[in-house]
C-alpha cells in the first residue's frame, strides 16, 4: 500500500486517465481528492473510487483556471485532511482549430486550463506540503511531436514540460519532487471525439492505443516512494508510438 495515510488531489478526475489514475491511487491506500468543474460528476466518481477499494473519497467541484477556486478547494482538503501529499495535475482541454482562425481568447482558454491550472496548484503544494511529496504534471506527446489544428495544446503542453523542470528545481529544496508524464494515444473520448482522427486525417492503429489504467500506472509510480530518485524528468508512455513515426 504505497499510499496508506496520504492524501491525493487528482485534477480532471471524473473520467478518462483522472478518473483511472484516482482508483490507483485510492486503491493503493490513498485518500483521494477528485477535482472537477461538476460537482454531480466530481461525487460520482469519488463513489467510484471508493468502490475500487479507496478508504475515502471525496469531490470538489473547482475551475483549475480560476486562482481564487482552487486556494478555496486547497483550503478545503486541509479543513478536511490536514495535509495533501500528492498533486496529479491532469485537467485539460483542447480546441481544433487552424492558427488562422483562432482567436486569443482561444488560446488563453487552453493555456489557462493546461498550464495555469498545474501552476496554481503548484504553487499551493510548495507553500503547504510536506517532504516527501510528489506532483505529477500530465503532458502530453503533442509536447514533442504533434499534427495541425492543435498548436494551443500542443504549446501549452509543451510549455507544461518547462514548468516541470523548473518546479522540480524549486521544489527540491522543499522536498517535493516534480515529474511529467507525456500520454500518447489513450481510449478515451478526448482521442475518439477528435476531428482529426474523425476525419482519417490522423491514423491511429489500435495496437498503439492504450488505456487509461496505462497512463494511471505510471503517475502511481512517479508519485510513490519507489520514485524518489526520478525528479524534474518527462516520461512517455505511448506504446512506442513516436519511436516509429
Request: a negative charge; hydrophobic letters at 45%; proline letters at 4%.
Amino acid at each position: 500500500m504505497r499510499f496508506k495515510d496520504k492524501v491525493a488531489i487528482i485534477t480532471g478526475a471524473a473520467g478518462g486517465i483522472g478518473l483511472a489514475t484516482a482508483k490507483r491511487l485510492g486503491s493503493e491506500g490513498a485518500t483521494v481528492v477528485i477535482v472537477d468543474l461538476d460537482q454531480d460528476k466530481s461525487d460520482a466518481a469519488a463513489k467510484e473510487v471508493i468502490g475500487s477499494g479507496a478508504p475515502t473519497a471525496i469531490g470538489i467541484a473547482c475551475d483549475v483556471a480560476n486562482e481564487g477556486a482552487v486556494l478555496a478547494a486547497v483550503n478545503n482538503v486541509f479543513e478536511k485532511f490536514g495535509r495533501i501529499d500528492v498533486v496529479v495535475n491532469n485537467a485539460g482541454l483542447m480546441v481544433f482549430k487552424p492558427i488562422t482562425e483562432q482567436t486569443g481568447e482561444d488560446f488563453l482558454k487552453i493555456l489557462n486550463v493546461d498550464l495555469l491550472g498545474a501552476f496554481y496548484f503548484t504553487k499551493q503544494a510548495f507553500l503547504r506540503m510536506r517532504p516527501g511529496s510528489a506532483i505529477v504534471n500530465v503532458s502530453s506527446v503533442h509536447a514533442v511531436e504533434t499534427e495541425p489544428l492543435v498548436s494551443s495544446y500542443a504549446a501549452a503542453k509543451a510549455a507544461l514540460l518547462s514548468f516541470t523542470r523548473s518546479s522540480a528545481l524549486e521544489g527540491k529544496p522543499l522536498g517535493i519532487r516534480v515529474n511529467a508524464i507525456l500520454p500518447g494515444a489513450v481510449d478515451t473520448p478526448m482521442l475518439w471525439d477528435n476531428p482529426n482522427v474523425r476525419s482519417g486525417v490522423e491514423t491511429i492503429d489500435k495496437a498503439d492505443v492504450g488505456e487509461p489504467a496505462d497512463i494511471a500506472a505510471t503517475i502511481a509510480y512517479l508519485a510513490s516512494d519507489d520514485a524518489k530518485f526520478v525528479d524534474g524528468a518527462a516520461v512517455r508512455v505511448d506504446g512506442g508510438r513516436l519511436s516509429r513515426l
